[in-house]
């Protein structure tokens, strides 16, 4: 370890300090105009700040005609506006606003850079608990945040590990949104009597044994029906 007067701390032999834009290409978000923002599909999504952040992906709320400036797939979307430093992943192109900058990799490798928008998100997190708020960072200030850079070995070493993991995730994050949207299409239809669900309980039973439960843990098939009637009193039988 050697000491860095810059960054006032000891870091690793062959490290060097820097800044957030030696590593990353940044999009400062713009908010589209208020009249194009709708809820029904229309346009590109839009993501204004940190209110759509989920625990990694964030949550489809609006969508904008007007769109003007975009986040690509797979980059890191960072709150500029209280809380500040707070991160999510795009899984889809989209508009961000001003509540939001998108950053990818200058030296290709995505992992790296978003462990060090955690590091930096704690830093800001520590601040504010001692009281220092940030109500917004500009565009200068984001550029220029002071970090620690590795040798080039290393990183290399940390995307071969971790990028296999990131990917991961990413998929899953995919097929959890699909099935998010699948259940709330059909969770309605469920409640109306429009859909039956038909479950091969077999299955359950001897996973489950003795213990009581309501829960299936395994949909064999959905029928969608067509149903009329809009009042009705229906007896249904069931059998575990």
């Not at 220029?144 to 071969?160: C, Q, T, Y």
């Amino acid at each position: 370890m050697v000491w860095n007067e810059k960054l006032k701390r000891n870091i690793p032999i062959g490290w060097n300090n820097g800044t957030l834009i030696d590593i990353a290409n940044i999009t400062m978000g713009q908010s589209p105009d208020g009249t194009s923002y709708n809820e029904i599909g229309e346009g590109v999504l839009f993501y204004q700040g940190s209110t759509d952040f989920g625990m990694r992906f964030p949550s489809v709320r609006q969508y904008t005609t007007a769109p003007s400036r975009f986040a690509k797939k797979g980059d890191i979307l960072m709150s500029v506006r209280a809380p500040v430093g707070a991160v999510n992943i795009a899984n889809n192109d989209c508009c961000i606003g001003r509540g939001l900058s998108a950053l990818n990799s200058k030296i290709g490798s995505t992992t790296h850079l978003y462990y060090i928008l955690n590091d930096l998100r704690i830093a800001f997190d520590q601040r504010n608990a001692a009281g220092t708020t940030f109500g917004s960072i500009t565009k200068e200030d984001l550029y220029n945040l002071p970090i620690v850079i590795p040798a080039k070995e290393v990183i290399s070493a940390f995307d071969k590990i971790c990028s296999p993991m990131f990917d991961r995730q990413m998929l899953l994050g995919e097929e959890i949104d699909t099935l998010i949207k699948q259940r709330d299409e059909l969770l309605p239809l469920l409640l109306n009597g429009q859909v039956l669900v038909n479950s091969d309980l077999s299955v359950y039973k001897k996973r489950r044994g003795k213990i009581p439960s309501l829960t299936l843990n395994h949909v064999s098939d959905i029928q969608i029906l067509q149903c009329k009637c809009i009042i009705g009193i229906k007896t249904v039988h069931y059998t575990l």
